[in-house]
C-alpha cells in the first residue's frame, strides 16, 4: 500500500483548495516581453560589482532537484512539483552584497515591468532558488521559463516569472501586485497574510500610502515595513499592531494615534510627533528617536532595548536616544515601563 507523505491539513494552508490532480493554473501575465535580448540575469545596485551571467553560464552552473508544493493567494495549492535549479543565495554570494542593502528587487522581462520583493534578512531562511526545469523539461514559457524564481513559504506571487535582474536596495518597493492588488508584501501563506489589510479597500489603501495620509483612518495590521514614509500624517490613526519595522519616518506625525504593540524596530523616527499616543507595547529597539516627541503619549510596556526574556534570536539594537528626544517625566515612565526599560531611559536623561 502507498502511504500518504503526510495529511493533507498538515500541508495545506488555511483557506487554500488543492487544484485537481496534476494542474498547474496559468496566473498573471502569460508571456515574457518580446525581444530579440538573449535571456540573461545581472545583479545590481548595492553589490561589490555588479554581475550579470548568461542562459548560458547559469545552466553550466551545479543543479539541485527541488520537489515542493505551491501556493497561489487565489487559494489554489498544488503538490510535489519538480523542478530543477540554482540556490539564489550562491549567486549573491559572488555578488558580494553591501551595507546599506536590506532588500532584494526582483525584476521581470515583461511589458508591465512586473517587479516583487524579499528582505534579505529574510533569505537565509526561506533559502529562494532559481528554477530552469520543470519534470526535467525546460519550464514553459507561460510558467516563467527560462529563469524563474521560487520562493517556498510564500504564496505564489513571490515566485517571479522571467526573471532578469536582481537589484540590492536599501529601502523596499512595493511589488507589482503588492501594490496593484493589496496582496501582503510578507506572504506567508501559513499565517494566511494574503492581503495587506484585510477588509479594506485596496484602491483606497493605495491612494493613502501614496499620499502618505492615514490621519483618522482605521489601519489596524498595516504592513509597511521597509518603506519610505518621511513626513507621514497618521494624526489620530488607528494602527494597533502595524509593522512600520526599518521604515522611513522622519518627521511623521502619529499624534493622538493608536499604535498598540506596533513594530517601529530599527524605523527612522528622527523628530516624530507621538505626543498623546497610545504607545502601549510598541517595539522600538533599533529605532532612531533623535528629536521625537513623546509628551503625553502612553508608553505602557514599550520597549527600547533588549529585554531579559526575548529570544536571543530577536537581537536589535537599542534605540538611539538623546537629549532632543522629549520623553515623559521619568515617574511615569517607572510606572509604565519594565526596570530594565526604564533603567535603559533613565540613563539618556
Ligand atoms: N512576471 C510575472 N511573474 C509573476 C506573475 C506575473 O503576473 N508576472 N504573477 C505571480 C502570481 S500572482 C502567481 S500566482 C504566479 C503564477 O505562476 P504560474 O502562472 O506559473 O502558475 O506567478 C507570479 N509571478
Ligand atoms: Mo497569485
Known sequence: MKIQNSPVSDRLPPNQQLAAPGKWPVVGEKAPAETNQPWSLTIDGQ?????TWTLEQLLAMPMQEITTDLHCV?????YDLQFRGIPLLSLLEQANL?????????????DRNHTTSLPLADLGELKPWIVFYH????????????????????????????????TITEEDQLGYWEGEAGYHNHGDPWK?????????????????????????GKFSGLHAEGMNLSQLNAEKAILRNANFDRC???GANFSQSNLSNAKLRGADLRNVNFTSADLEGVDFRG???????FTNASLIAATFTHQPGMEAADEWNPAQIDNTTKLPPEEELEEQLTPEQSHFLRCKF
Open 248 to 250: 522611513q519616518l522622519t
Open 287 to 293: 529605532a532612531d528617536l533623535r528629536g521625537a516627541d
Open 74 to 78: 487565489t487559494r489554489w495549492s498544488q
Open 192 to 216: 494566511e497574510e494574503r492581503y495587506f489589510l484585510p477588509g479594506l479597500n485596496h484602491a483606497q489603501l493605495k491612494q493613502a500610502m501614496e499620499s502618505r495620509d492615514l490621519a483618522n
Open 47 to 51: 553589490v561589490c560589482q555588479s554581475l
Open 98 to 110: 553591501q551595507a546599506p542593502g536590506k532588500f532584494a528587487i526582483f525584476h521581470a522581462r515583461s
Open 135 to 166: 519534470n526535467q523539461q525546460p519550464i514553459e514559457s507561460r510558467h516563467g521559463g527560462p529563469i524563474r524564481l521560487l520562493v517556498e513559504g510564500r504564496y505564489l506571487y513571490k515566485s517571479l516569472k522571467w526573471l532578469e535582474r536582481i
